[in-house]
């Protein structure tokens, strides 16, 4: 499909080529949506990057979407997640344009949580400059655990995409928390970052935030299982991961970053965490 050029709306102006670049990197999310309709996929990527361009004006850096667009979003980001599970940016855009409510929940529940409002009060970020001391901490800990965890697999916890379709601040805030989180998890429940692992904490995400785009994430994720792999999921991993979900605390109201000196084992034991049975793993 032939996209517009930019020279059809050199109208408005040279200060408006960052309004180019949202362009294309929603063309390159959602273009399958819209393949039977050019038109359509136009006028839509044309109102949400005027959208994102006025949120980025304002300070929030975020797309405000019409109803329509939501969907809209949500639908390729489906696709295109179908097609490449890689793709995280499309993942994290099928999350928030499907968990509005389910944030909304977690966002009450960290309220009226000492600890979740200490979280909502500090917005802690979980990026090098503030977790790079976990790879000095004593290896029984937490903190090592977790380094371990991210730099046997060449990780990074900076390369989480940004939130860019909440409403407010601290729906945006909630919804990165959530994002962030998500290694403290795997080192946690100690799953590997395989299909299967994955899959299995998608299944304990849903447990304790709702959030539609896990669901999906595990059935898309077990459609492309092998035969044996559906087998060892489901009489296994999918078992251990809903026992795993109920028994273990909010892990959203949990200050993380302030246990990082902690024996691994210890926390465990106090946030009600199950580990993967190590015979899976």
């Not at 359509?40 to 929030?60: C, D, H, I, P, W």
């Not at 989180?181 to 299995?200: K, R």
Request: charged share 25%; with cysteine; proline share 5%.
């Amino acid at each position: 499909m032939q996209l517009v050029s930019s020279t059809k709306y050199s109208k408005y102006g040279h200060e408006d080529m960052s309004f180019y670049a949202i362009y294309d990197e929603l063309s390159c999310s959602i273009r399958t949506t819209f393949n039977s309709s050019p038109e359509l996929f136009q006028r839509f990527l044309l109102s949400a990057a005027y959208n994102y361009k006025s949120s980025m004006a304002e300070g929030f850096g975020r797309v405000r979407l019409k109803g329509w667009q939501q969907a809209a979003v949500a639908l390729g980001s489906a696709v295109g997640a179908l097609v490449d599970p890689r793709r995280a940016d499309l993942i994290a855009a099928l999350g928030e344009t499907t968990g509005k409510p389910a944030f909304q929940r977690v966002l009450q529940r960290m309220k009226s949580n000492p600890q979740g409002r200490e979280i909502l009060l500090d917005r802690p970020r979980v990026i090098s400059k503030n977790v790079g001391h976990a790879w000095d901490l004593p290896e029984n800990t937490f903190g090592a655990a977790y380094a371990k965890f991210m730099g046997s697999r060449n990780f990074s916890p900076d390369d989480r995409p940004p939130v860019r379709f909440m409403e407010t601040d601290e729906l945006a805030y909630v919804a990165m928390r959530a994002r962030e989180v998500h290694d403290f998890w795997h080192t946690l429940f100690g799953l590997p970052t395989n299909l299967i692992g994955e899959s299995a904490l998608k299944v304990i995400e849903f447990e304790q935030m709702l959030l539609p785009m896990c669901f999906l994430s595990v059935i898309g994720g077990t459609a492309r299982f092998s035969d044996k792999q559906r087998v060892l999921f489901y009489r296994h991993y999918f078992p251990w991961a809903v026992r795993a979900g109920m028994k273990a605390t909010d892990l959203m109201c949990v200050y993380y970053e302030k246990h990082f000196d902690e024996d691994l084992e210890d926390v465990r034991r106090r946030w009600g965490i199950i580990p993967a049975p190590v015979n899976l793993v």
